[in-house]
T-cell receptor, first 116, second 111 residues
Framework: DAGVIQSPRHEVTEMGQEVTLRCKPI?????LFWYRQTMMRGLELLIY????????DSGMPEDRFSAKMPNASFSTLKIQPSEPRDSAVYFC??????????????FGEGSRLTVL | GENVEQHPSTLSVQEGDSAVIKCTYS??????FPWYKQELGKGPQLIID?????GEKKDQRIAVTLNKTAKHFSLHITETQPEDSAVYFC??????????FGPGTRLSVLP
């Protein structure tokens, strides 16, 4: 398997522009996560989906952030409008959750976002 | 909610020595404690995990110990090698998939 695939790997944009980050989870996994990593705040969970349904979006910073998972093999994280403080590395991860057992998270290589 | 602290933030050891990283958590309901290794420019990768019904787990040169009473768990790496240099994250979750990560430890193994 190719693992979790994220695109773009790097994005540089100007304040106010819309940013869309994309993720393809590992085939067969039923949970998908979006994390943000910064030096100041570390790894923060933004939102996670189970069977394509958003379960917990309490980590989404504000209304400028939105995430969708239209099918089991694709998810997007959108920031509109973007601000300099959104600059970070955004990770997508997927896992296979069976019953009550917590599954291993498989992370993609991340999308580094710079907002000027 | 859960809060995970991790110490030290940076650690330098000589090749061949042991390294120990410690984490504490706040939620007594947490029952799953993974450790992730992140190399430069890559995403975190699971290296070992432990569940609350076990006190210790070992996998070759790495081991994790858990003290549920004190709410802390530790990562032990023996016979360190240069390729062990990375950032290590502990995490805790009380079920479901809401992992809370520690702030990370940057380990440098000096040749």
């Amino acid at each position: 398997d190719a693992g979790v695939i994220q695109s773009p790997r790097h994005e540089v944009t100007e304040m106010g522009q819309e940013v869309t980050l994309r993720c393809k989870p590992i085939s067969g996994h039923n949970s998908l996560f979006w994390y943000r990593q910064t030096m100041m705040r570390g790894l923060e969970l933004l939102i996670y989906f189970n069977n394509n349904v958003p379960i917990d979006d309490s980590g989404m910073p504000e209304d400028r952030f939105s995430a969708k998972m239209p099918n089991a093999s694709f998810s997007t994280l959108k920031i509109q409008p973007s601000e300099p403080r959104d600059s970070a590395v955004y990770f997508c991860a997927s896992s296979l959750v069976a019953g009550i057992n917590t599954g291993e998270l498989f992370f993609g290589e991340g999308s580094r976002l710079t907002v000027l | 909610g859960e809060n995970v602290e991790q110490h030290p933030s940076t650690l330098s050891v000589q090749e061949g020595d042991s390294a120990v990283i410690k984490c504490t958590y706040s939620d007594s309901a947490s029952n799953y404690f993974p450790w992730y290794k992140q190399e430069l420019g890559k995403g975190p990768q699971l290296i070992i995990d432990i569940r609350s019904n076990v006190g210790e787990k070992k996998d070759q040169r790495i081991a994790v110990t858990l003290n549920k009473t004190a709410k802390h768990f530790s990562l032990h790496i023996t016979e360190t090698q240069p390729e062990d240099s990375a950032v290590y994250f502990c995490a805790a979750t009380g079920g479901g998939q809401n992992f809370v990560f520690g702030p990370g430890t940057r380990l440098s193994v000096l040749p």
